[in-house]
């Protein structure tokens, strides 16, 4: 495969926002194919960049008269389908197969994993300390970015993930898949210093809803 389209292919984001596109069957702009996929404008921005490069989209200018700047839009070209996506999922089959069957602790190992990777995808920029509200936000668009839909509960004692993009792999093998969400959660916490803590992810409390449970860490309990 094009190393191009794998790295467009990888993250579930782009394949929706390729999908959506495809399904909509004429030109979208990022904002509408933000509202459509639940993500923030920038974010779809950066994926549609990706997917550009990758020839799996094209962009144009809007042909109008009207004065202002026309807007930029969006089609899905002829190129690779997003079922391409469909090997990925095997992937993480087989990889949270092996760990399940061959680790010593695979809840342990697989939270560790996870914990590493919310690090490293939440970070912020050296030197940058991060309000609540900001870090909430970095925790939401993490999760967003991967594809969960998620939202806080208004008192942020809960996270409702509405649409786990591994379901197939958490049914076959929860305890790993869903300890490396709790992982990444938990990962993300850390790296923008927010005052909460992931203490456990109850999955599939309805068919297409995880929920994620917090308490304050100790500094902020002590604070």
């Known amino acids: ?100 069957a061959t680790a010593t602790d695979p809840v342990a190992e697989a939270t560790r994993a996870g914990q590493a990777w919310g690090t490293y995808l939440a970070q912020p920029p050296p030197y940058c300390r991060l309000s609540i509200e900001e870090s909430e936000r970095q925790v939401l668009d993490v999760f967003s970015d991967l594809g969960f839909a998620p939202e806080w509960s208004e008192d942020r004692a809960e996270m409702w993930c509405h649409d786990c993009p591994f379901r197939e792999v958490a049914e076959q093998h929860p305890d790993v898949a ?12 850390e790296a923008t210093h927010s005052p909460l803590r992931a203490t456990t992810l109850e999955p599939f409390v309805e068919p297409s809803l995880c929920i994620a449970r917090f308490a304050p860490t100790t500094e902020a309990a002590q604070g």
């Open 1 to 100: 495969m094009d190393p191009r389209l794998h790295r467009a292919l990888a993250h579930p984001s782009r394949v929706r926002i390729l999908r959506a596109l495809r399904e909509a069957g004429e030109p979208r702009s990022a904002g509408e194919l933000a509202r459509e996929v639940d993500l923030h404008a920038t974010t779809v921005r950066g994926h549609l960049d990706i997917l550009s490069e990758a020839d799996l989209v094209r962009a144009h200018h809007e042909d109008r008269q009207a004065r202002g700047r026309p807007r930029l839009l969006y089609v899905a070209t002829d190129g690779e389908q997003a079922g391409g996506a469909e090997g990925y999922r095997v992937l993480a089959e087989i990889l949270a197969g092996h760990l399940a």
């Open 178 to 189: 869903c300890s490396i969400h709790l992982g990444l959660l938990q990962g993300a916490l």
